[in-house]
């Protein structure tokens, strides 16, 4: 059974980066795309974005643009986030979940989600 | 990007009541769209992907309908275990996005 595992809570001061690691274990990432997605106290779900790791492909929301960066290492079957630049606004629980695909394209919701990583901005 | 709304934000109902929750896109999706459940300081969970197909050991009393802009999930019988908040999720291209989420409250 695939379990997603992410990396402790982390505090950071303004203007710094954090790096947020999601590894999988019972699976590997054939066939499946890592998304991210955040979700600041007391609020909805965001997603930040994602990447489809057997091609390297990302993307991310446009409100991240030049500011998020995800890679994956195969050969751990981890995916690691970074955010910088951060701010009080990107205090928040950063989420990865696992994606199917099927002929490249996203065919299924969020399946397998990691217990989510704990992000505090402040000075 | 592709906007989705939820409606309503907030619901009130009680046990056996029949709930409806709609989400909107901004634009057709077809039928790229998720449901999820999710409980105070949890993961979110998968209920329906694909607009109507229910995920493996989601309980029957969860339905999902609709296509290209309107969707709605369906609690047949409300269930004390249901109340949560309730999120869809667009994926349809890859920049994905969230409905503002309903929360299911006891009435």
């Known amino acids: 059974q695939v379990q997603l595992m992410q990396s402790g809570a982390e505090v950071k001061k303004p203007g710094s980066s954090v790096r947020v690691s999601c590894k999988a274990s019972?699976?590997?990432?054939?066939?499946?795309?890592i998304s991210w997605v955040r979700q600041a106290p007391g609020q909805g779900l965001e997603w930040v974005g994602g990447?489809?790791?057997?091609?390297?492909?990302?993307n991310n929301a446009q409100k991240f643009q030049g500011r998020v960066t995800i890679t994956a290492d195969e050969s751990t079957s981890t995916v690691y986030m970074e955010l910088s630049n951060l701010r009080s606004e990107d205090t928040a629980v950063y989420y990865c979940?696992?994606?199917?695909?099927?002929?490249?394209?996203?065919?299924?919701?969020?399946?397998?989600w990691g217990q989510g990583t704990t992000v505090a901005v402040s000075s | 990007d592709f906007q989705m709304t939820q409606s309503p934000s907030t619901l009130s109902a009680s046990v056996g009541d029949r709930v409806t929750i709609t989400c909107r896109a901004s634009?057709?999706?077809?039928?790229?769209l998720a449901w999820y459940q999710q409980k105070p300081g949890k993961a979110p969970k998968l209920l329906i992907y694909k607009a109507s197909s229910l995920e493996s050991g989601v309980p029957s009393r969860f339905s999902g309908s609709g296509s290209g802009t309107e969707f709605t999930l369906t609690i047949s019988s409300l269930q004390p275990d249901d109340f949560a908040t309730y999120y869809c999720q667009q994926y349809n291209s890859y920049l994905l996005t969230f409905g503002g989420g309903t929360k299911v409250e006891i009435k």
């Open positions: 990447i489809i790791p057997i091609f390297g492909t990302t």
């Open positions: 634009q057709s999706i077809s039928s790229w």
């Open positions: 019972g699976d590997t990432f054939s066939n499946y795309a």
């Open positions: 979940a696992r994606i199917a695909l099927r002929d490249n394209y996203y065919y299924s919701g969020m399946d397998v």
